[in-house]
């Protein structure tokens, strides 16, 4: 797990085995002796991009550090319905405790992965990257992000300190796009590159004159012309696309020559996937 922060990871899964678990597992501790030990299994119930085992792995771990993982898979493997991903074995009672957290980021990591594995296939053959956006789910944007590689999808910023892209708002208060380009120059690192949003090709001049390194434009239906106007501007900007992207229109804003598109829909709502897990006493 190269990408991710094992000790975050760690921290996180902490948390919500707390909120899950509260005081204790009522249920389990009043069916089930304590010694009582099992083995289970996830299975896919459709065909998907896995994604978080490592995270599943992490919950039954902090819960019984003893218990016993074997994946068949590895994070980003495409698997077709019907197939075992990973095994466990150990106390009966671990497995029904932290099933539902498991399942939980299983089942929605492994969505984000398949969603952007969709959009990916959907811009092959062109130079487009398919990105994410800082619209996750609040306490699971490490882990989102990481499904998004495994994806085949690139990583936008992670957070508001990974990165300077001035937005309409940040515009608006600086009085214009130039402005607040200039002042952005004057004052960042030179190792920090800024990315600005623009709506018209007066906006895209000012940013490009300015000193930006990239635009991001929304998407809509004259963008094509936009993404010609700023080639003509300059042939080194980078040039990004957002807003409402969909599987229909994605494949067009990439033959319109965007370098990256950003997707909503990879992270904001996502369909979990069929997953489930089966237990048995050993």
């Known amino acids: 797990m190269n990408w991710l922060d094992e000790g975050a990871l760690y921290s996180s899964i902490s948390l919500f085995l707390r909120e899950d678990l509260g005081r204790g597992d009522i249920t389990t501790q009043t069916v089930l002796s304590r010694n009582v030990r099992a083995k289970g299994r996830f299975v896919a119930g459709e065909d998907m991009v896995v994604a978080g085992l490592e995270a599943a792995e992490e919950v039954f771990i902090t819960l019984d550090p003893h218990q016993q993982i074997e994946a068949f898979v590895a994070d980003g493997e495409v698997v077709e319905a019907g197939k075992v991903i990973a095994r466990t074995s150990g106390f009966a009672d671990v497995m029904l405790s932290g099933e539902r957290v498991a399942l939980n980021l299983l089942q929605h990591l492994s969505g984000v992965a398949t969603r952007t594995r969709e959009f990916v296939k959907a811009v092959e053959g062109t130079k487009s990257k398919i990105a994410d956006t800082r619209k996750t789910t609040p306490g699971l944007r490490m882990l989102e992000k990481y499904a998004v590689l495994l994806g085949g999808g690139v990583n936008h910023r992670y957070g508001l300190d990974d990165g300077v892209f001035i937005k309409a708002n940040h515009a608006a208060l600086a009085g214009g796009v130039g ?24 906006e895209l001049r000012e940013a490009i004159d300015n000193g930006a390194d990239a635009i991001s434009i929304d998407a809509n239906e004259t963008i094509a012309e936009l993404i010609r106007k700023a080639r003509e501007v300059s042939s080194s900007v980078s040039i990004a696309v957002s807003g409402a992207v969909t599987l229909a229109n994605v494949r067009g804003f990439a033959d319109a020559g965007a370098d990256l598109i950003r997707v909503d829909a990879l992270t904001q709502s996502v369909r979990a996937m069929d997953i489930s897990f089966q237990i048995q006493q050993a």
């Open 179 to 202: 402005t607040a380009v200039k002042s952005t120059r004057e004052k960042i690192g030179h190792l920090h590159k800024i990315e600005v949003e623009v709506v018209n090709e007066r």
